[in-house]
């Protein structure tokens, strides 16, 4: 069935060689993912800490994002507490370089992680690269949830904002608070997404670069197929730096009263059902469509 949107269908005719790279790309990253599934982990019970109050207590210039990460879910800026040293000292060495990091998202409930993978902006757009993928036609729910997964975490144990070991990042110029250039936006999911996309600007491409190369001076590993995801001591790093050791920080519940840290305990259960899926595909194209109004 061909979907006959004239928004994307006017894109259908773009650059074969973008969509196959994304089409690879999504691929890559979904077989990576299901590395992430078999991959060890040995949870150490750390606590989360605040970034905000953690900022504020060492004086660096560091910016939040005063977005709520979907509806009615504010964004909970926390770390595992051995990470706050490295993250400090990441914020710091960009505003000797200029910069400011802003913190776009850290730890995520189950729930937020759920909601994110369905977040119109988000969804949608996958929803339409797949779509250009298959020549305009609506995929069925088994393809869209591989490429769903490859961008925003199926299940627990694959998702490292739900390990408190991960986040998610702009980087501004400090003295006008122009966000620096990376070749696309925060959240943008297309050809541009992927950290080595070869779409993106010369000047784009070293700017990934540089902050890739600060982050990794400080342990943290870039996550290959999302340009603002750096994480460390989790599966994913342990796994892209060849270390041989176990993930130190699996999927937590968060109590925030108690202070304390609990292993997920269903962390393979899928976030989201096939059946809640094909409901956000009906959806997306009733936007899609109206948008293309």
């Not at 691929?27 to 150490?44: H, I, K, L, N, S």
Request: aromatic letters at 8%; one cysteine or more.
């Amino acid at each position: 069935m061909l979907f006959r949107s004239g928004d994307i269908i006017s894109r259908m005719s773009a650059d074969k060689k973008r969509v196959q790279y994304y089409s690879q790309q999504m691929e890559e990253g979904y077989r990576f993912m299901q590395e992430m599934t078999r991959y060890p982990v040995a949870e150490c019970g750390e606590p989360l800490e605040s970034l905000v109050d953690a900022v504020s207590a060492a004086g660096v210039d560091v910016v939040f994002s005063t977005t709520p990460i979907v509806t009615g879910l504010s964004r909970m800026f926390l770390l595992r507490r051995g990470l706050i040293a490295d993250f400090l000292a990441i914020a710091r060495a960009m505003n000797e370089r200029g910069w400011v990091l802003k913190v776009e998202d850290g730890y995520r409930t189950c729930q937020m992680q759920k909601m994110v993978s369905r977040k119109p902006v988000v969804f949608d757009s996958i929803l339409q690269w797949t779509m250009r993928e298959l020549d305009g036609r609506i995929p069925d729910v088994k393809l869209l949830v591989r490429r769903v997964a490859s961008m925003t975490a199926s299940c627990p144990k694959v998702g490292t904002h739900m390990s408190g070991s991960a986040i998610d990042m702009s980087v501004l110029h400090r003295d006008d608070r122009s966000e620096l250039d990376r070749g696309a936006p925060y959240l943008a999911m297309c050809d541009l997404t992927p950290m080595e996309s070869p779409f993106v600007s010369a000047a784009a491409q070293q700017n990934r670069a540089a902050i890739t190369a600060l982050m990794a001076q400080h342990g943290f590993v870039a996550y290959p197929w999302e340009f603002w995801h750096y994480n460390k001591g989790d599966a994913y790093a342990e796994y892209l730096l060849k270390t041989g050791r176990p993930g130190r920080y699996g999927a937590i519940d968060w109590n925030a009263a108690t202070h304390t840290a609990t292993p997920n305990p269903d962390p393979l259960t899928p976030l989201n059902s096939d059946a809640e899926i094909q409901a956000e595909i009906e959806q997306a194209l009733q936007r899609i469509s109206q948008q293309a109004k």
